[in-house]
């Protein structure tokens, strides 16, 4: 069965300090990864998928199979990144996201 | 606005009651979720439906049961409410069951009491 994992429930930055937000995942296949976003008290949003390989708010994640790892970036943080991100991976013959436990970011000004 | 949309946004109600949550969207496409998020923020599938067939059902109380009149629509019933119910509910929706993102409706926020 497909698991992912975020090893850091808060993480706090200050304003213009780069930022990490880690994911690790296990799976038998070839996965699909993602990135989501929720704002305070908002839907969540698509980030970031690892097959479009592009850079959304200065955010990017490399898919790294030999760790198995897909890590979220950002060389300088604003105080808007302040939200919860969830990394998410979807099984290559379904429809099913399984989701991490999220990632409680604070950009500190 | 092309959107997943579920009324109500917020519910507040007492133990036992039933409730139904709606879900809709107007994105044309053809398989819609209902995913959890506890108290812990955690996330989880409970349904999906694909064209108006469930294909996914998580380890879910049978007290909760998803209607999809067509596929535009899924709605969410819960029987008897119970304290552990309490969470947001978030519809999703996709263009079918492989290889597509996954758009989230607003959340609807239920509280038992």
């Known amino acids: 069965a497909q698991r992912v994992t975020q090893p850091e429930k808060l993480l706090s930055v200050f304003k213009g300090a780069p930022v990490e937000l880690k994911c690790n995942y296990s799976?038998?296949?070839?996965?699909?990864l993602f990135w989501y976003v929720q704002y305070s008290r908002q839907r969540l949003q698509l980030l970031l998928r690892?097959?479009s390989r592009e850079s959304i708010k200065g955010f990017t994640a490399d898919l790294n199979k030999g760790e198995t790892s897909f890590h979220l970036k950002k060389p300088f943080a604003q105080e808007e990144d302040s939200a919860m991100y969830y990394c998410?991976?979807?099984?290559?013959?379904?429809?099913?996201?399984?989701f991490g436990e999220g990632t409680q970011l604070t950009v500190n000004p | 606005d092309t959107a997943v949309s579920q009324t109500p946004k917020y519910l507040v109600t007492q133990m036992g009651n039933d409730k139904s949550i709606k879900c809709e969207q107007n994105?044309?496409?053809?398989?819609m979720y209902w995913y959890k998020q506890d108290s812990k923020k955690f996330l989880k599938i409970m349904f999906s439906?694909?064209?108006?067939?469930?294909?996914i059902n998580e380890t879910v109380p049978n007290r909760f049961s998803p209607k999809s009149p067509d596929k535009a629509h899924l709605n969410l019933h819960i029987n008897s409410l119970e304290l552990g119910d309490s969470a947001v509910y978030f519809c999703?929706?996709?263009?079918?069951?492989?290889?597509?993102?996954?758009?989230f409706g607003e959340g609807s926020w239920l509280t038992v009491v």
């Open positions: 998410a991976l979807k099984e290559t013959s379904g429809s099913r996201l399984t």
């Open positions: 994105l044309g496409h053809d398989t």
């Open positions: 799976y038998s296949g070839s996965p699909e």
């Open positions: 439906y694909n064209n108006k067939e469930l294909i």
């Open positions: 999703a929706s996709s263009q079918g069951t492989i290889g597509n993102t996954i758009y």
């Open positions: 690892h097959i």
